[in-house]
């Protein structure tokens, strides 16, 4: 799963070009659960949050989509997610699902596709990714600064 994460990472990175100014966290012992990302979108008013990432393969409807939020993560969103503009994005197959941070508890355990699709902010199809993330992005850390 950690390397899934990861490919994930280094392609949206490289899809997002020079529409985000991107800084990779690291995991460590002084800052566990901080999201993947910090980013700053570079048009629209210079919008700043967080990014968790979160990969699995494609599943039936059927079976649970193997994604956690690990205890560490909840302990950060618990803190920050109502300061910073804080989400979690997470890649199925070639959907990808982006929840607002605040709701990191409806992922406390591996749930449905069903549960993604309800709980999500928006829905991105892979080939619209990289025009609706910027947008959905910019649009909801700028509510979310001011206040609305």
Same mark, same amino acid.
């Given at each position: 799963?950690?390397?899934r994460?990861?490919?994930?990472?280094?392609?949206?990175?490289?899809?997002?070009?020079g529409?985000?100014?991107v800084?990779?966290?690291?995991?460590?012992r002084?800052n566990?659960? $901080?999201?993947?990302?910090?980013y #700053?979108?570079?048009?629209?008013?210079?919008?700043?949050?967080w990014?968790? %990432? *979160?990969? &699995?393969?494609? $599943?039936?409807?059927?079976?649970? #989509?193997?994604?956690?939020?690990?205890?560490?993560?909840?302990?950060?969103? %618990? *803190?920050? &997610?109502?300061? $910073?503009?804080?989400?979690?994005l997470?890649q199925?197959?070639?959907k990808?699902?982006?929840?607002?941070?605040r709701?990191?508890?409806?992922?406390?355990?591996?749930?449905?596709?069903?549960d993604?699709?309800?709980?999500?902010?928006?829905m991105?199809?892979?080939?619209?990714?990289?025009?609706?993330?910027?947008?959905?992005?910019?649009?909801?850390?700028?509510?979310e600064?001011?206040?609305?």
């Open positions: 799963m950690i390397q994460e990861l490919k994930f990472r280094r392609e949206l990175i490289i899809r997002m070009g529409r985000w100014l800084a990779i966290h690291m995991e460590n002084l566990p659960g $901080v999201p993947d990302l910090s #700053v979108i570079v048009d629209q008013g210079h919008e700043t949050g990014l968790e %990432l *979160k990969a &699995a393969a494609n $599943v039936s409807p059927k079976r649970k #989509v193997p994604i956690k939020i690990e205890p560490s993560q909840h302990q950060w969103m %618990l *803190k920050y &997610a109502h300061r $910073v503009p804080t989400h979690i997470i199925v197959g070639t990808y699902y982006l929840i607002d941070g709701k990191h508890n409806c992922l406390i355990d591996s749930v449905f596709e069903d993604l699709k309800r709980n999500s902010l928006h991105f199809e892979d080939d619209a990714l990289v025009q609706e993330l910027t947008a959905v992005l910019s649009d909801r850390t700028r509510r600064r001011n206040g609305f």
